[in-house]
């Protein structure tokens, strides 16, 4: 089944611990990308790569480090997470940055 | 400055009547535009999508109109069913010419809760 997964669905850490969120894609798609939802905020982009060893900022990069080591991973690094990451993550991966992005299930972060 | 506006936060409709979803843009390099519904504890999925050289894309209940004068793109789903409550974000992308022609990534509305009453 063709799908975006990430991993974990739910994560509650505290100040400063150093996480990752993994994002794994099976459809060999080059573009991926990482998005946060905020009530009143919508989605709004993170990183993006647009293929291996490719990434780039967002709108809303900072605090965040991502790596693009190989196509079918696209993990998001929080090296000293604070509360006001304190979110729900969306991976989503495309053919390519002009088409239809395929999400994953989500990611909820909670930093105390 | 918000690039894609859903001025609606939510929006109520009676099963089997039309529901119009509205989107607005400022930027006049945006180009593609796509609607995506999302259900709770569920990432957005795509639903439909419009090209700046269109003005119409139809597929089954779901029709998106463009007008690009205007700035504007509306969602129409007809007949709305309760399976349609969701939110529906609006998303677009520019043709990033100074990267070779490759769009930098979509630009979300911050969505729209549509509820269908039955």
């Known amino acids: ?112 | 400055d918000q690039q894609v506006k859903q001025n609606s936060p939510s929006l109520s409709v009676q099963e089997g009547r039309i529901s119009i979803l509205n989107c607005d843009y400022t930027n006049s390099m945006f180009d593609y535009f796509l609607w995506y519904k999302k259900y709770p504890a569920e990432g957005p999925t795509f639903l439909i999508s419009i090209s700046s050289i269109k003005d119409k894309n139809e597929d089954g209940r779901f029709t998106v109109f463009l007008n690009k004068s205007a700035k504007h793109l509306s969602l129409h789903i007809v007949p709305s069913q309760p399976g349609d409550s969701a939110v529906y974000f609006c998303a677009a992308n520019a043709i990033d010419l100074s990267s070779g022609g490759g769009a930098d990534g979509l630009t979300f509305g911050k969505g729209t809760h549509l509820i269908i009453q039955p």
């Open chain 1, 1 to 112: 089944e063709a799908q975006v997964t990430q991993n974990p669905r739910y994560l509650i850490t505290v100040t400063g611990k150093k996480l990752t969120v993994t994002c794994s894609q099976n459809m060999n798609h080059e573009y991926m990308s990482w998005y946060r939802q905020d009530p009143g905020l919508g989605l709004r982009q993170i990183y993006y790569s647009m293929n291996v060893e490719v990434t780039d900022k967002g709108d809303v990069p900072e605090g965040y480090k991502v790596s693009r080591k190989e196509k079918r991973n696209f993990p998001l690094i929080l090296e000293s997470p604070s509360p006001n990451q304190t979110s729900l993550y969306f991976c989503a991966s495309s053919l390519s940055s002009n088409s239809p992005l395929h999400f994953g299930n989500g990611t909820r972060l909670t930093v105390t």
